[in-house]
T-cell receptor
């Protein structure tokens, strides 16, 4: 079983819509959780950290469910510029990040 | 520097040749990582440096791969006798301290094509 699993999508949504997706992780001792964004042929960039209480950054909301071992990302009022691959990232020890294969989101006009 | 710098950005090499990839991390970042990403795949961990030492080399796929870091700064990843399956984007990242808690900053990668 992979350490981090994501629905690859693609999620194809109109501008202004809300889109949400999850990822699951296998190691219950995982400590830190992140969402990264990767544009086509570009490097991953940190979108947001995910805290136990859940957190929001503008139109983006992240949630962590330790009991069920998943994290989620919700994007409200989608913009064309939100089209990207979203990588779920988990630390399984104090330095190494484990990456999911990514969820592709396409926002259409 | 302001960001993580990698060179070359693209490299095409013949099968069997050696290649050297370079990473210049953010100034002051003690931790440095190499990952690779094959087409349509997730990121695969290769090696982690803390300062000049590499506590975790577990991701290096074969003994053809090696990496070093000098002066707690620049790192080079060397692939000897390249094979076609080595074709991928090689990403370097650095982070503050020895924990991934603050996330990583990635360089823009070296796209390696072995022909």
């Amino acid at each position: 079983r992979k350490e981090v699993e994501q629905d690859p999508g693609p999620f194809n949504v109109p501008e202004g819509a809300t889109v949400a997706f999850n990822c699951t992780y296998s190691n219950s001792a995982s400590q830190s959780f992140f969402w990264y964004r990767q544009d086509c042929r570009k490097e991953p960039k940190l979108l947001m950290s995910v805290y136990s209480s859940g957190n929001e950054d503008g139109r983006f909301t992240a949630q962590l469910n330790r009991a069920s071992q998943y994290i989620s990302l919700l994007i409200r009022d989608s913009k064309l510029s939100d089209s990207a691959t979203y990588l779920c990232v988990v630390t399984t020890n104090d330095y190494k990040l484990s990456f999911g294969a990514g969820t592709t989101v396409t926002v259409r006009a | 520097g302001a960001g993580v710098s990698q060179s070359p950005s693209n490299k095409v090499t013949e099968k069997g040749k050696d290649v050297e990839l370079r990473c210049d991390p953010i100034s002051g970042h003690t931790a440095l990582y190499w990952y690779r990403q094959s087409l349509g795949q997730g990121l695969e961990f290769l090696i982690y440096f803390q300062g000049n030492s590499a506590p975790d080399k577990s991701g290096l796929p074969s003994d053809r791969f090696s990496a070093e870091r000098t002066g707690g700064s620049v790192s080079t990843l060397t692939i000897q006798r390249t094979q076609q399956e080595d074709s991928a984007v090689y990403l370097c990242a650095s982070s503050l301290g020895s924990t991934g808690y603050y996330g990583y900053t990635f360089g823009s990668g070296t796209r390696l094509t072995v022909v």
